[in-house]
Each structure stands twice: as structure tokens, then as C-alpha cells.
């Protein structure tokens, strides 16, 4: 099942960061990076690199341990404005006849 995936922007991942009053070490930590420059790769520099699925779901699994996938899913998209979709079978729609 193909998933329609767009990773934050870089300046929705420092709205993030300006939110939760975290420091760039913080975030690396958050995100399970080796240290606040890199975390500054993905909200910096001519060429920002895109944040995972994988990386951004499991970062926000283990701060809310309690919650579903979809739950975590939609965290993700509230926190990071991270569009996810995992309808996106490239299936038409079945007819609502």
C-alpha cells in the first residue's frame, strides 16, 4: 500500500521547536539525531534535507507511548504539519452509487 508522504518544512519543524521552548540539542534528541548540528540540517542551509516518515512517526510514538498509530499519524501532522496519507492506494475511489 503506496503512502502519500510530505515531510515538514523546515520552518514548520522550527515553529516545533519555538513551541515546545526546546533548545536544537532538544530536538536532536527528540528526533534521535547525534547532536544538535544535525538537527540543524533539516531546518537550515541551502538544501534542508526532508525529514523521514519513519524517523518523525517514531519520535513522536515514543513521547505519546500510549497511542494508537493513527493517533500517532495525527500527531504527526498537528506537531509537524507533516501531510500523511495512507489511503493513497492510487485506486480510484470505489462509487458512491
Do not use: W
Given at each position: 500500500m503506496p503512502?502519500?508522504?510530505v515531510?515538514?518544512?523546515p520552518e514548520a519543524l522550527l515553529a516545533q521547536k519555538k513551541?515546545?521552548?526546546?533548545?536544537s540539542a532538544q530536538m536532536a534528541q527528540i528526533y534521535g539525531l547525534?547532536?544538535?548540528n544535525q538537527y540543524r540540517k533539516y531546518v537550515g542551509g541551502?538544501?534542508?534535507r526532508a525529514m523521514s516518515l519513519p524517523m518523525l512517526f517514531l519520535a513522536m510514538a515514543i513521547e505519546n507511548r500510549h497511542a494508537t498509530v493513527e493517533e500517532v499519524?495525527?500527531?504527526c501532522r498537528k506537531e509537524t504539519g507533516a501531510i500523511i496519507d495512507?489511503?493513497?492506494a492510487g485506486e480510484p475511489?470505489?462509487?458512491q452509487d
Amino acid at each position: 500500500m503506496p503512502i502519500h508522504y510530505v515531510p515538514p518544512t523546515p520552518e514548520a519543524l522550527l515553529a516545533q521547536k519555538k513551541r515546545r521552548r526546546a533548545t536544537s540539542a532538544q530536538m536532536a534528541q527528540i528526533y534521535g539525531l547525534a547532536g544538535d548540528n544535525q538537527y540543524r540540517k533539516y531546518v537550515g542551509g541551502k538544501e534542508p534535507r526532508a525529514m523521514s516518515l519513519p524517523m518523525l512517526f517514531l519520535a513522536m510514538a515514543i513521547e505519546n507511548r500510549h497511542a494508537t498509530v493513527e493517533e500517532v499519524l495525527d500527531i504527526c501532522r498537528k506537531e509537524t504539519g507533516a501531510i500523511i496519507d495512507l489511503d493513497a492506494a492510487g485506486e480510484p475511489e470505489p462509487s458512491q452509487d
